[in-house]
């Protein structure tokens, strides 16, 4: 059981509540536990819980019906995001910060050892250009047979300390013993407990008490019950950040290393709120069948991978059989970034610019919420907005939340948000026109990036409705488009449209109702406290929205009037004149979004349309909007590619101008796959 107590009880308080449970039989002990303090209780103690509440300083009691308490989903039913820091390298004193856990993929790979200098440097160089963003490689090796290589020890931490600072990469590596600990620690930014150590419980007390995040590997033969109790070992030696990770159990099977179990990941993320990651080359063992492996993980829900590289495999001094090349590392990278979106995630990738000039992983220290102004968004909380919002600035980032479009962009130009975040379009049902008018009436916004999220549809409604006791059906407009064949179902059903999907939750959360039921995406059901009484209900599973990051547009040699540019803290970048976060910037725009409409002559379009294609500048988007107030006149809203050549797309730009009327340049981003 965990007593989680209020920010403001007195040592008094919580004596007395110590006492109490003692004297009831408990073992109790303090903890920290996320962002509380808690005091656990275990034992065969018996405490009436509703007494126990009515103690002073008592916020909520959690009890669990699972021997691992504080690493049980009942006892915290939100995921844990775990954050791996790097020791600061960058100019500005920045450390390069990872997560694992929430709605993004984090991929960790390396060399099985660590053999030289030289090659883990190669191999962190390797990983990185293809967008590992944490370097793994052993040091002390717990090898089977006395006679293979043990590693190189403290000398191999150093080189790896030394390659993962280079390459802006915090280093994870095995501890195999409760005498290292204290000399690992000052040069690892996360433990590893090998398989052969999960129960090696004086080595998990040991590492759990020592601050860092740890990654614990599943023992071979360990039940899930086990495992999660290893981790129990860890976190209530005083760490919150403990990662589990799958990497094959042993069976009756030879043709592989071991056996990846799979269903562990969909058992323990629903036992437990830590993060699972998967190892699949100690898993199977053999490097051709290692992608696929590590695929199946990512669709079975893994928040990420360790994986094994090495860039002469047949030289390895370890596990060179299980190593992938650097070019097979590369594939399975991309093919995880076009799965990722499907099962709702994220890569998080290193941007290759980035990577190959040594800065930063993926985002430096997060921005103080205190002081950073908000991101806007339009919606109810769980709003599919919200979860693009946290793709790009991370679920601390503060957030504003409005009741229109408008308002976004109104936030964002006066100051009081730093960024908006707007949808632009939906894979099945077009464009969000609203949005694209509303460009055209700001010329000070400018769009600084763009993600695409997939949208699954769920019919959500109160505990006590079922699908035959619901007679009206609330959505957005567009939720109802997106859902026809499941609605055309139900024909009885009266649809009440509302602004926003997760409003319609929010209204059935309000009023109790049994009848109604709102579409919207699970995390409203979550975020409103809802049953999901359907989920997938969208006609067709490709069902995507492309959402724009926003921001105030600002000529470059204005950057010393923006306070974001000035604040050291801030690693905002400058692209194309605007601000945009770091996620976004810290690589090289591809992608530009602009209107223009063309003089009414034969051959006007075409023209357009040819410089560009003589610039060598792919059309992914050209709409035709009439333009208001002007019946029967049209601009042409187009999303184009930047060449990587420096000075094209200007030239090809100025060109445009002189063919077309009125042309808008909406921005200049990253597009996202
Ligand atoms: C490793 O990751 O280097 C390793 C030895 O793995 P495991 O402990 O899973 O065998
Ligand atoms: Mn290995």
Redesign the pocket.
């Known amino acids: 059981m965990i007593v989680v107590l209020s920010s403001g009880v007195t040592p008094h308080d919580k004596e007395l509540i110590r006492i109490y449970l003692r004297d009831r039989g408990f073992s109790v002990r303090d903890q920290i536990f996320g962002d509380d303090e808690v005091i656990g209780a275990s034992g065969k103690g018996v405490a009436d819980l509703d007494e126990l509440g009515l103690f002073p300083g008592v916020e909520r009691i959690a009890a669990t019906s699972k021997p691992y308490e504080l690493a049980s989903r009942e006892t915290k039913a939100e995921d844990s995001i775990v954050t791996v820091l790097g020791t600061p390298v960058f100019a500005s004193g920045a450390s390069a910060l990872v997560k694992i856990g929430g709605s993004r993929i984090t991929v960790i790979a390396g060399p099985?050892?660590v053999e030289s200098r030289g090659q883990i440097r190669e191999t962190a160089e390797a990983v990185r250009e293809s967008g590992a963003v944490i370097l793994?490689g052993?040091a002390f090796?717990?090898r089977t047979s006395p006679y293979a290589f043990q590693g190189l020890g403290m000398k191999g931490l150093e080189y790896m300390k030394e390659a993962g600072e280079a390459c802006g990469m915090p280093i994870v590596t095995?501890v195999v013993s409760p005498e290292y600990v204290v000399e690992m620690k000052d040069l690892t930014d996360m433990f590893?407990?090998?398989?052969?150590?999960m129960q090696n419980f004086s080595l998990l007390k040991k590492v759990g008490a020592a601050g860092k995040p740890v990654l614990l590997?599943?023992g071979?033969s360990a039940t899930i019950e086990e495992w999660l109790l290893s981790a129990e070992y860890l976190l209530a030696a005083g760490t919150n950040d403990v990662v589990l990770?799958e990497?094959?159990i042993r069976t009756f099977e030879t043709y592989t290393r071991n056996t990846l179990d799979i269903s562990a990941i969909p058992v323990v993320k629903s036992l437990s709120h830590l993060p699972v990651i998967v190892?699949p080359?100690?898993a199977v063992g053999i490097r051709a069948k290692v992608p696929p492996a590590a695929l199946a993980a990512i669709a079975a829900g893994a928040d990420g991978l360790?994986v094994?590289v090495h860039p002469r495999p047949d030289e390895a001094l370890s596990?060179g059989p299980q190593s992938l090349m650097p070019e097979q590392f590369e594939k399975l990278m991309r093919d995880i970034e076009a799965l990722a979106p499907v099962v709702g995630k994220e890569l998080l990738r290193t941007p290759r610019a980035a990577a190959s000039r040594g800065e930063a992983a993926v985002e430096l220290r997060a921005p103080d919420a205190e002081s950073a102004r908000p991101v806007a968004y339009n919606g109810e909380n769980g709003a599919f907005a919200e979860q693009a919002l946290m793709r790009v600035f991370g679920e601390e980032a503060p957030m504003l939340r409005l009741q229109s479009f408008k308002a976004i962009f109104d936030a964002v130009l006066d100051g009081s948000a730093c960024a908006g975040i707007v949808p632009v379009e939906n894979s099945l049902t077009g464009s969000i026109h609203e949005n694209y008018d509303l460009f055209l009436r700001y010329p000070d916004i400018a769009i600084a990036g763009e993600v695409k999220l997939r949208v699954v549809h769920c019919l959500i409604g109160d505990e006590r409705s079922n699908i035959d006791s619901i007679t009206i059906v609330r959505s957005h407009p567009q939720g109802f488009a997106q859902c026809r064949n499941f609605l055309d179902q139900h024909p009885a059903w009266s649809l009440e449209a509302c602004n926003d999907t997760a409003g319609a939750v929010a209204s059935i959360a309000r009023e109790g109702a049994v009848k109604v039921a709102a579409i919207a995406g699970a995390a409203a059901a979550r975020a409103h406290g809802l049953k999901v009484i359907k989920e997938g209900i969208e006609t067709n599973p490709r069902n995507y929205t492309r959402f724009l990051v926003i921001s105030r547009k600002l000529q470059v040699g204005a950057r010393a009037e923006n306070p974001d540019a000035n604040n050291a803290n801030n690693a905002n970048k400058w692209i194309g004149g605007a601000w945009v976060p770091p996620s976004l910037g810290s690589e090289k725009p591809n992608k530009a979004s602009l209107v223009f409409s063309v003089p009414d002559k034969p051959g006007s379009l075409f023209a357009c349309l040819k410089i560009m294609a003589d610039g060598g500048i792919n059309l992914s988007k050209l709409e035709s909007r009439p333009i208001q107030g002007k019946p029967w006149e049209y601009q042409f809203y187009a999303d184009i590619s930047i060449p990587e050549k420096e000075g094209v797309f200007e030239e090809v730009m100025e060109e445009l101008k002189t063919r077309s009327e009125d042309l808008s340049f909406l921005g200049a981003y990253r597009g996202s796959l």
Do not use: M
Not at 192 to 197: F, L, M, P
């Open positions: 099985c050892a793994r052993g090796k717990p095995e590893q407990i090998g398989a052969r150590n590997k599943r071979p990770c990497r094959g190892d080359s100690h360790t094994e596990d």
